[in-house]
């Protein structure tokens, strides 16, 4: 139910959501990302909107495969990349050791907490030996509906305790930023990297 009030709303504003997003500029955060990657590293955008993010991947060189969960979406950023865009929810992440990266920017934020460690477990489960992933949550305690979508929020202790259980994946980084949409200066995220660990 959630997830389909959240979905429902991308599908019903995916013009206006992505003609706010494309034209974002995100390269810092994107270049943090990539600085962790190997030259044409294989990346999965998990969650990609309006593909802002899988262009300037691809743009830079990199092998990108990328997912949304609203069906309006992925047409949009199938335009905008030129690449084939794969309608599917986060639960069903079924890949085994496929990636070197997985960019998950402003995307789980909309599962509710208790459905979030399955998720990393997929995603670490989907990356090859030593891989990364980004992540980022709006910054607070929240966790409900607000605006038409379901959201959960963090603060660096709240998630450390929730992927604490994830064995294998290990909390690399963590910082606040301000949005950098115009206007939204006030609101403030939580970004993450993580890496994967080979078990003994």
């Not at 294998?168 to 200066?185: H, N, P, S």
């Amino acid at each position: 139910m959630k997830n389909t009030i959240t979905i429902n709303y991308y599908n019903d504003n995916a013009v206006g959501f992505a003609e706010d997003t494309k034209a974002v500029d995100f390269a810092d955060i994107q270049q943090i990302f990539l600085e962790h990657l190997s030259e044409n590293a294989a990346i999965l955008d998990f969650g990609c909107g309006s593909g802002r993010d899988t262009k300037y991947f691809l743009d830079h060189g990199y092998h990108v495969t990328a997912t949304d969960g609203s069906e309006s979406l992925c047409k949009i950023a199938a335009d905008y990349t030129g690449i084939h865009v794969k309608q599917m929810l986060f639960e069903e992440l079924n890949d085994e050791n496929q990636y070197d990266g997985i960019w998950a920017c402003a995307s789980i934020l909309h599962l509710p907490k208790v459905e979030l460690p399955n998720i990393f477990y997929k995603m670490l489960h989907a990356l090859k030996s030593n891989g990364e992933i980004y992540t980022s949550f709006k910054y607070g305690t929240f966790e409900g509906e607000r605006n038409g979508r379901y959201f959960t929020d963090f603060i660096e202790t709240e998630f450390i305790e929730l992927i604490r259980p994830v064995q294998g994946l290990r909390v690399e980084k963590m910082w606040v930023t301000r949005d950098v949409r115009e206007g939204r200066c006030d609101e403030r995220w939580l970004n993450i990297l993580l890496r994967k660990e080979d078990l003994c």
